[in-house]
Structure formats: structure tokens, C-alpha cells
């Protein structure tokens, strides 16, 4: 497995980690069926099916030499939750809760258990929370969050 397969892994383990996080998946997931898509992100919450998931992907790697005979990668990954929305429930307060959690979680552990370096500029560190939003996802109204993390490793 490579060194970004392991990262992709860890950092979907994180998010699982987080209770009632839903379902998590190392990648983007597609299906050609709405109902099928719909099944990837339905989880069993409290007794009651919803739809409730996560999906991490690279966005994007820049490479380049640290010290003579060290490359350093620098990844870009994204972070994509979707909730099915409860006016009557308050769900939006339930899935910032999440969001705030699964930052929480990375926080207590920046370098996912020695794999990477937790990248720190002037204005950014950790999980960003790049949009919440309200969107139509497989037939259903949803919270969607869009989140984002930068990870630097040694090849």
C-alpha cells in the first residue's frame, strides 16, 4: 500500500471514529442508480435509518525537495459530509456538532499515529471548514459540509 493509500485509510478511520458520524467511505462513491447512491450513505442512527456520510479525497500533492536527498509531498484532502435534513429535529445543529467533532478528533491526533506532519501556515491549521451548506443529495435535502485538511510526509 502506499504511503497516500495509508493516509487515505487513516483519515477515513478518524472519521469513523467520531460516534454517529454515519458512514465513511476512503474514497468518492458513485453508483448509476439514485437508490444505490442513496444505500452508500444511509447509516442506522439511533435506532432509524438516514442518510448520514462521509467521503475523503485527494484534491491535490505538491512535491518537492526538502534537503539533499529528502522529498517532502504535500497533500490536499477533502472532506465531504452529507445529513439529511430535520427542520423539527434541528438537524443542523447535530451535523455542526459532527463537524466540530471530527476537527476535535484530528486535533488529538494531527499526525494520524506518525504518518504525516500536520501542515501550520500564518492563517491555517487542522481541518478547515470550507462550506456548509444545503443541497439536493440522491433525492433527499441535506446539510453537506465541505471540509479540508493539508498533510505533509517524507518519500
Known amino acids: 500500500m502506499t504511503h497516500v493509500a495509508l493516509v487515505r485509510s487513516a ?10 458520524v454515519g458512514r465513511v467511505h476512503a ?11 442513496k ?3 444511509v447509516a442506522n442512527i439511533a435506532g432509524a435509518d438516514q442518510l448520514r456520510g462521509w467521503f475523503v479525497t485527494r484534491t491535490a500533492t505538491r512535491e518537492r ?12 484532502w477533502a472532506i465531504v ?20 467533532a471530527i476537527r476535535a478528533t484530528w ?15 500564518d492563517d491555517e491549521a487542522g481541518i478547515q471548514v470550507d462550506e456548509l451548506a444545503t443541497v439536493l443529495f440522491c433525492g433527499v435535502l441535506c446539510h453537506q459540509a465541505r ?9
Not at 459530509?81 to 466540530?100: H, K, P, Q, T
Open 107 to 121: 486535533r488529538a491526533n494531527p499526525t494520524l499515529g506518525g504518518l504525516v506532519a500536520p501542515v501550520a501556515t
Open 27 to 37: 474514497y468518492q462513491r458513485f453508483a448509476s442508480r439514485e437508490a444505490e447512491m
Open 11 to 20: 483519515l477515513a478511520d478518524l472519521i469513523a471514529s467520531v460516534p454517529e
Open 65 to 76: 525537495a526538502f534537503t539533499l536527498g529528502t522529498t517532502v509531498q504535500r497533500a490536499s
Open 147 to 155: 471540509l479540508s485538511l493539508k498533510t505533509e510526509f517524507e518519500i
Open 39 to 41: 444505500a452508500l450513505y
Open 81 to 100: 459530509g452529507y445529513m439529511a435534513l430535520s427542520d423539527a429535529d434541528a438537524s443542523e445543529l447535530a451535523f455542526d456538532g459532527l463537524v466540530e
